[in-house]
């Protein structure tokens, strides 16, 4: 399709095409909101979104007559529909490859927003978003305490992440998310004291070390003693990332040891303990900016002047440990700084540097985006006002060609005015707005999928969306959009051949345990009988036979002898009868002495006073000497 004029292909553009997302409802624009739209625009009605179409200063909405441009020299915005005043009464169809290449033609900007797709969603908001370098991954952390990790080559159309981890096992809040310049690990940082480590599959590689909080200098801690903020990998050093807290400190740190490699303390304007809310790297990696909850912005190099372990500590230090040698460097003079930035108390939750390290974009929750000059680093050059900001890690993103700068808006009290903005980078203007249901937390615009992702959530929701156009972007959400899970087979039938061999059945196992094969004897009736007791049985009887017992013995016994005991004579004589009369050894001692044996005989006298006395009962003892009492 040849480009006419550019009423020509607006009007052809307004009659036949609307670029409404399949799917999605109407929402009503937010009061933060209408001061972007002209009259015509708020006339319109409500729709998924709208594309501003903007040619040598001049804005034009398509299908609409051409008006003057506002002053601000803001592009004028306008709603895309068909057959109506509102998107709710016209067809809502995607443009044709015809249509793409003439708005493609038409917009300077060439933002991929064709078409988008939405990952799996978060409990809560979504609060961070990191794509490695490659394109082939991506992370997303919510405020539930989890971290989602995609793949695009592996996943499908349902967008599901194949690995789900808890950095701090779900208390803490995810704050910021940051893949290594090889892709093969990642940050986490959460508002626990300590940043995690992990590799590219989401296997933990270790922690940050914990400071002392006793310690009153917080430059002679070995870590962080209060909730991270904030972190982010080097672009160009695997070794080495940066973390920032609301300690009041921004950390370098060494990933190999995960120790950390140099403290930096921000200056502050009055004595008291400043938390840090957000830091970053220049493109080089050999500058960081911090943004602190004083309003201040503070650029900072990562060399510094070395010192001892305890000196300056309020806590007396152990002799060793003074003597011992830091191992870390610190650095408490800012090389740049901007007072009053931002107003106090409102939390600076995004910082982003361009490519040539000139210029720098600041996002905080006093609901603007300033533009600042590095080179005159005293005021901004552009403040953009009436950016609600209700979220702390709300930040800023640059486009691939440096052109733009994005950031998204919160929704209001009523839950509408959630947006996308697009800011040029050299009128500083707003030139496209994309809105959302949902208050938009992060963003990140991908350099080599050419892609946008959208984080956005409420209190019990969360979710990331991905823009792109098959135009324009490569890869990444393109690769499984047209993948479908493999279906199930309803008959459940399994086509694969198997071979069965018959010495693994069960029924040619002998190797039983002993209690399978106890079970297996007592199903045998020949095993289970029991041989005949005979006539009598152990123990009680039973089953109409006697019982053999000691008790039961005796009783035969005396019934058998009629309580009659046989009269056996002298005892002496019937024990003689064993011996055959020989002497045994006792009465060897006495064949000198007594050869004939005399013994004692019986005398029923004595035998009956041993009996009276068994019959008179104990004897008496003395309670006092323990003696027998004498009768």
Same mark, same amino acid.
């Given at each position: 399709?040849?480009?006419?004029?550019?009423?020509?292909?607006?009007?052809?553009?307004?009659?036949?095409?609307?670029?409404?997302?399949?799917?999605?409802?109407?929402?009503?624009?937010?009061?933060?909101?209408?001061?972007?739209?002209?009259?015509?625009?708020?006339?319109?009605?409500?729709?998924?979104?709208?594309?501003?179409?903007?040619?040598?200063?001049?804005?034009?909405?398509?299908?609409?007559?051409?008006?003057?441009?506002?002053?601000?020299?803001?592009?004028?915005?306008?709603?895309?529909?068909?057959?109506?005043?509102?998107?709710?009464?016209?067809?809502?169809?995607?443009?044709?490859?015809?249509?793409?290449?003439?708005?493609?033609?038409?917009?300077?900007?060439?933002?991929?927003?064709?078409?988008?797709?939405?990952?799996?969603?978060?409990l809560k908001t979504v609060s961070a978003i990191s794509v490695d370098r490659s394109g082939s991954r991506v992370i997303t952390g919510a405020n539930d305490g989890q971290v989602n990790i995609y793949d695009f080559e592996g996943m499908k159309k349902d967008m599901k992440a194949f690995r789900k981890v808890s950095p701090s096992d779900g208390q803490h809040q995810v704050k910021s998310l940051s893949w290594s310049p090889t892709g093969d690990c990642f940050l986490a940082v959460t508002t626990s004291a300590q940043a995690k480590v992990f590799d590219r599959d989401g296997r933990d590689l270790g922690e940050c070390v914990r400071g002392d909080m006793y310690l009153h200098?917080?430059?002679?801690?070995?870590?962080?003693?209060?909730?991270?903020?904030?972190?982010?990998?080097?672009?160009?050093?695997?070794?080495?990332?940066?973390?920032?807290?609301?300690?009041?400190?921004?950390?370098?740190?060494?990933?190999?040891?995960?120790?950390?490699?140099?403290?930096?303390?921000?200056?502050?304007?009055?004595?008291?303990?400043?938390?840090?809310?957000?830091?970053?790297?220049?493109?080089?990696?050999?500058?960081?900016?911090?943004?602190?909850?004083?309003?201040?912005?503070?650029?900072?190099?990562?060399?510094?002047?070395?010192?001892?372990?305890?000196?300056?500590?309020?806590?007396?230090?152990?002799?060793?440990?003074?003597?011992?040698?830091?191992?870390?460097?610190?650095?408490?003079?800012?090389?740049?700084?901007?007072?009053?930035?931002?107003?106090?108390?409102?939390?600076?939750?995004?910082?982003?540097?361009?490519?040539?390290?000139?210029?720098?974009?600041?996002?905080?929750?006093?609901?603007?985006?300033?533009?600042?000059?590095?080179?005159?680093?005293?005021?901004?050059?552009?403040?953009?006002?009436?950016?609600?900001?209700?979220?702390?890690?709300?930040?800023?993103?640059?486009?691939?060609?440096?052109?733009?700068?994005?950031?998204?808006?919160?929704?209001?009290?009523?839950?509408?005015?959630?947006?996308?903005?697009?800011?040029?980078?050299?009128?500083?203007?707003?030139?496209?707005?994309?809105?959302?249901?949902?208050?938009?937390?992060?963003?990140?615009?991908?350099?080599?999928?050419?892609?946008?992702?959208?984080?956005? #959530?409420?209190?019990?929701?969360? +979710? *990331?969306?991905? /823009?792109?156009?098959?135009? &324009?972007? =490569?890869? $990444?959400?393109?690769?499984?959009?047209?993948?479908?899970?493999?279906?199930?087979?309803?008959?459940?039938?399994?086509?694969?051949?198997?071979?069965?061999?018959?010495?693994?059945?069960?029924?040619?196992?002998?190797?039983?345990?002993?209690?399978?094969?106890?079970?297996?004897?007592?199903?045998?009736?020949?095993?289970?009988?029991?041989?005949?007791?005979?006539?009598?049985?152990?123990?009680?009887?039973?089953? #109409?036979?006697?019982?053999?017992? +000691? *008790?039961?013995? /005796?009783?035969?016994?005396? &019934?058998? =002898?009629? $309580?009659?005991?046989?009269?056996?004579?002298?005892?002496?004589?019937?024990?003689?009868?064993?011996?055959?009369?020989?002497?045994?050894?006792?009465?060897?001692?006495?064949?000198?002495?007594?050869?004939?044996?005399?013994?004692?005989?019986?005398?029923?006298?004595?035998?009956?006073?041993?009996?009276?006395?068994?019959?008179?009962?104990?004897?008496?003892?003395?309670?006092?000497?323990?003696?027998?009492?004498?009768?």
């Amino acid at each position: 399709m040849e480009r006419g004029s550019e009423g020509s292909v607006g009007q052809s553009t307004s009659e036949s095409v609307s670029v409404a997302r399949k799917g999605s409802s109407p929402i009503e624009r937010s009061p933060s909101l209408r001061s972007w739209m002209t009259s015509s625009d708020r006339s319109a009605g409500a729709g998924s979104y709208f594309v501003q179409q903007q040619s040598k200063g001049q804005a034009r909405a398509v299908g609409e007559p051409a008006e003057a441009p506002r002053a601000g020299g803001e592009g004028d915005g306008m709603w895309r529909r068909e057959g109506g005043s509102s998107l709710e009464g016209g067809e809502v169809r995607r443009p044709s490859a015809e249509v793409e290449g003439a708005e493609a033609d038409l917009d300077p900007y060439l933002i991929p927003k064709a078409r988008e797709a939405v990952l799996e969603k978060h409990l809560k908001t979504v609060s961070a978003i990191s794509v490695d370098r490659s394109g082939s991954r991506v992370i997303t952390g919510a405020n539930d305490g989890q971290v989602n990790i995609y793949d695009f080559e592996g996943m499908k159309k349902d967008m599901k992440a194949f690995r789900k981890v808890s950095p701090s096992d779900g208390q803490h809040q995810v704050k910021s998310l940051s893949w290594s310049p090889t892709g093969d690990c990642f940050l986490a940082v959460t508002t626990s004291a300590q940043a995690k480590v992990f590799d590219r599959d989401g296997r933990d590689l270790g922690e940050c070390v914990r400071g002392d909080m006793y310690l009153h200098d917080v430059r002679q801690t070995k870590g962080h003693t209060a909730g991270l903020t904030c972190g982010e990998w080097h672009p160009q050093d695997r070794d080495q990332c940066v973390t920032c807290s609301e300690d009041g400190t921004v950390r370098i740190w060494d990933i190999t040891n995960l120790a950390q490699k140099a403290v930096i303390k921000p200056s502050l304007g009055k004595p008291g303990r400043v938390a840090a809310t957000c830091c970053t790297y220049n493109g080089t990696g050999s500058l960081i900016a911090g943004g602190m909850m004083d309003g201040t912005i503070q650029l900072w190099s990562a060399a510094g002047k070395v010192g001892q372990a305890a000196k300056g500590a309020k806590v007396p230090a152990w002799k060793l440990k003074v003597q011992e040698k830091q191992r870390w460097t610190y650095n408490s003079r800012p090389g740049q700084l901007a007072r009053g930035a931002h107003e106090a108390d409102a939390e600076i939750t995004g910082l982003c540097f361009s490519e040539d390290g000139h210029m720098l974009f600041s996002r905080s929750g006093d609901e603007t985006l300033k533009v600042w000059d590095l080179r005159n680093f005293k005021k901004p050059l552009k403040v953009f006002e009436d950016l609600p900001c209700n979220y702390s890690t709300t930040g800023c993103a640059l486009s691939p060609d440096q052109q733009l700068v994005l950031t998204g808006v919160s929704c209001n009290q009523s839950g509408e005015g959630g947006g996308l903005l697009f800011f040029d980078t050299s009128s500083l203007d707003l030139v496209r707005t994309i809105p959302f249901a949902r208050s938009v937390t992060a963003v990140q615009w991908h350099p080599k999928l050419n892609q946008i992702f959208v984080g956005m #959530g409420e209190k019990t929701y969360g +979710e *990331t969306h991905i /823009l792109y156009d098959p135009a &324009l972007s =490569t890869r $990444g959400a393109m690769v499984c959009a047209g993948k479908t899970a493999q279906a199930r087979d309803p008959l459940g039938l399994n086509a694969k051949a198997v071979i069965y061999a018959p010495n693994a059945l069960p029924m040619f196992q002998e190797n039983w345990s002993k209690k399978r094969a106890r079970e297996k004897e007592l199903k045998d009736p020949m095993k289970t009988k029991r041989p005949d007791p005979g006539k009598y049985l152990a123990g009680r009887g039973r089953e #109409g036979k006697v019982g053999v017992s +000691e *008790t039961a013995l /005796l009783t035969q016994h005396l &019934l058998k =002898t009629k $309580g009659k005991l046989k009269e056996l004579g002298d005892p002496r004589e019937a024990l003689e009868k064993y011996t055959d009369g020989k002497s045994g050894i006792v009465l060897k001692a006495y064949q000198e002495t007594q050869p004939k044996p005399i013994f004692q005989d019986y005398d029923s006298e004595d035998e009956e006073a041993d009996e009276g006395e068994e019959q008179a009962g104990p004897r008496k003892v003395d309670p006092q000497t323990g003696m027998y009492i004498s009768k």
